[in-house]
């Protein structure tokens, strides 16, 4: 089964600054014709379910602000909040979604500093 | 507006049964795949099994191969995940998702609300 793993586990950052999120596939993700990367980003705020926040590695969601980005190709990506709000805290997850079994990582705490 | 509505959760003793649903609306069930995930007490998300459009593939995480069944009804916009030999492992928040895009492979675009289901003696 693939592995995914986040780094680091929780995250404190100030208000208005960035944060950044890891994740890595234990295998390449870079798949299909249309040479895309099979990676999504969720949001979770406590006691809702997960968001799409992100597809195909860097695709924002509708709805999705923009100081949301995903980037990052093949085994390594990450998710970047460029300016952190408070609406922000939340556990980030991404997930593979070429594979089955689907695989999510281990999951992001984001707390305000 | 797209939406995804499960029940069926409740407490139940180890080794019991307990079937899922989730009703879907706002937008024509029969194009997507459709799955379940869920997500024990503190603990991350997991997938458990996912199907096609018309059932005739099914796929499901290892730990509840043999135990789980997902199935589906198009002409009631229904998804289901009949639930054998309970164990406590499985107790968790059960939502249903629904693939971001009618192809075989996609992110999870819509979420349920969850319903919960506790094993336990």
């Known amino acids: 089964d693939i592995v995914m793993t986040q780094s680091p586990d929780s995250l404190a950052v100030s208000l208005g600054e960035r944060a950044t999120i890891n994740c890595k596939s234990s295998?390449?993700?870079?798949?299909?014709?249309?040479?895309?990367?099979?990676l999504a980003w969720y949001q979770q705020k406590p006691g809702q379910p997960p968001r799409l926040l992100i597809y195909?590695?860097?695709t924002r969601e509708s709805g999705v602000p923009d100081r949301f980005s995903g980037s990052g190709s093949g085994t390594d990506f990450t998710l970047t909040i460029s300016s952190l709000q408070t609406e922000d805290v939340a556990v980030y997850y991404c997930?593979?979604?070429?594979?089955?079994?689907?695989?999510f990582g281990q999951g992001t705490k984001l707390e305000i500093k | 507006e797209e939406q995804l509505v499960e029940s069926g959760g409740g407490l139940v003793q180890p080794g019991g049964s307990l079937r899922l649903s989730c009703v879907a609306s706002?937008?024509?069930?029969?194009?997507?795949?459709m799955a379940w995930v869920r997500q024990a007490p503190a603990k991350g998300l997991e997938w458990v099994a996912n199907m096609d459009q018309d059932g005739s593939q099914k796929y499901y995480v290892g730990s509840v191969e043999g135990r789980f069944t997902i199935s589906r009804d198009n002409a009631k916009n229904s998804l289901y995940l009949q639930m054998d030999s309970l164990r406590d492992e499985d107790t968790a928040v059960y939502y249903c998702?629904?693939?971001?895009?009618?192809?075989?492979?996609?992110?999870?675009?819509?979420w349920g609300q969850g319903t919960v289901v506790t094993v336990s003696s």
């Open positions: 195909w590695a860097s």
């Open positions: 706002g937008f024509i069930f029969n194009n997507y795949w």
């Open positions: 997930q593979e979604y070429y594979f089955t079994p689907r695989t």
């Open positions: 998702a629904r693939w971001r895009e009618s192809r075989a492979n996609a992110a999870f675009g819509i």
């Open positions: 295998q390449s993700l870079l798949y299909g014709s249309n040479n895309k990367n099979y």
